[in-house]
């Protein structure tokens, strides 16, 4: 459920990072003006630490997705040889020692 939240909202991010491009363009923002905004911008004078923390998120996101998108042909695939299944059910007590020597006959 958390991956479902976490792909949301960077979606989200994405579909509103231009409309808030755009947004700060019809504002008058991003110009330059005569007297050089004295390093500041329509943002204001923390612009840049929101602009850090934007696009650490954005790239967090993006290895996130990545890694996610690898994870999911992986599932949940054991390594266990039908022997080694075949143990366990005899040490559990599914099977007793007759069906456990059959079996193993016709696993080896």
Known sequence: MNKLL???TLSLVFLLMPS???AQGMMGGGGNSMM?????N???TFGWVFMILFWGLVILGIVALFKWI???GKGETNDKS???I???RYAKGEIDKKEFEEKKKVVS
């Open 20 to 22: 808030a491009s755009f």
């Open 86 to 88: 075949l143990k366990e």
């Open 82 to 84: 039908a022997l080694d």
């Open 36 to 40: 050089g905004n004295f390093g500041t």
């Open 6 to 8: 976490f792909i949301t």
């Open 42 to 44: 329509s943002m204001g």
């Open 70 to 72: 690898a994870n999911q």
